[in-house]
């Protein structure tokens, strides 16, 4: 195990008036795959936007490889190597496939490797690869947020809430993706409130609540205890599939 690529220390966010997340410590390691668990409004989305500086940290630290990245722009941040796939997806509808693509590469030139890489996991895209993304299902707009994420080398990858709404084929799929970008060792910090995927992919566990992580540890060990599971999530987590 190494040390953490992300960390985030005593992290406070208000909006506007709001005070969502009240002093977050999390460590995302170095080559492996955190997933974020929590009730509906624990503050897990805030704490991605915050990591992306979508949103401003009011109070707190965050590191990205060591380097202090508190006071950084968004844009700043994803150039240091982290990718975003937020839960509304960032789909630009009027535009095609092709081009949704073309947004996320560097100089706007395909990777071919990586591109057939992509096309090899989501087939339907290559299918779909002139037509406008706003006449894609929600399932498949939801594969090209995450293909549009892979088609550049990325040292961390988080992601929100990638299953919501999709059938169980779609999420099959998408555990493949997520076990291959971990085994090309990218680092991924996960949202997700499915217990199938969490459980497939996550090497670690993050539980939130109230805007403050409460638990942190193994992910094989939270699922084996189904009273700690009920103590953090208010029921087993076989019941988020």
């Given at each position: 195990m190494t040390g953490p690529l992300l960390r985030l220390s005593g992290v406070q966010t208000h909006i506007g008036r709001y005070h969502i997340l009240h002093g977050v410590d999390l460590e995302v390691p170095e080559g492996r795959t955190t997933v974020l668990l929590g009730r509906n409004g624990a503050g897990k989305t805030t704490t991605l936007r915050t990591i992306m500086g979508l949103w401003r940290a009011?109070?707190?630290a965050l590191q990205f490889g060591g380097r202090d990245i508190t006071r950084?722009?968004?844009p700043d941040i994803a150039r240091l190597g982290i990718a975003y796939v937020p839960e509304t997806m960032g789909v630009f509808t009027q535009l095609t496939v092709r081009e949704n693509f073309l947004l996320a590469t560097a100089g706007g030139r395909f990777d071919?490797?990586?591109l057939q890489g992509v096309?090899?996991?989501f087939p339907i895209l290559e299918q779909k690869f002139d037509q406008t993304a706003g006449g894609l299902s929600g399932g498949q707009k939801q594969m090209l947020a995450v293909a549009r994420a892979m088609l550049e080398p990325c040292r961390l990858m988080i992601v929100d809430e990638p299953t919501k709404g999709l059938a169980p084929s779609i999420i099959t799929t998408l555990i493949e993706a997520f076990r291959l970008l971990a085994d090309a060792g990218t680092t991924i910090l996960l949202v997700e409130q499915n217990f199938h995927l969490a459980r497939s992919v996550?090497?670690?566990?993050?539980a939130?609540?109230?805007g403050r992580v409460v638990h942190a540890g193994r992910m094989a060990d939270l699922a084996a205890d189904e009273a700690l599971q009920a103590r953090l999530l208010g029921l087993s987590?076989?019941?988020h599939q």
């Open positions: 009011s109070a707190g950084m722009e968004t071919q490797r990586r096309f090899g996991l996550g090497d670690g566990v993050a939130m609540d109230d987590l076989a019941a």
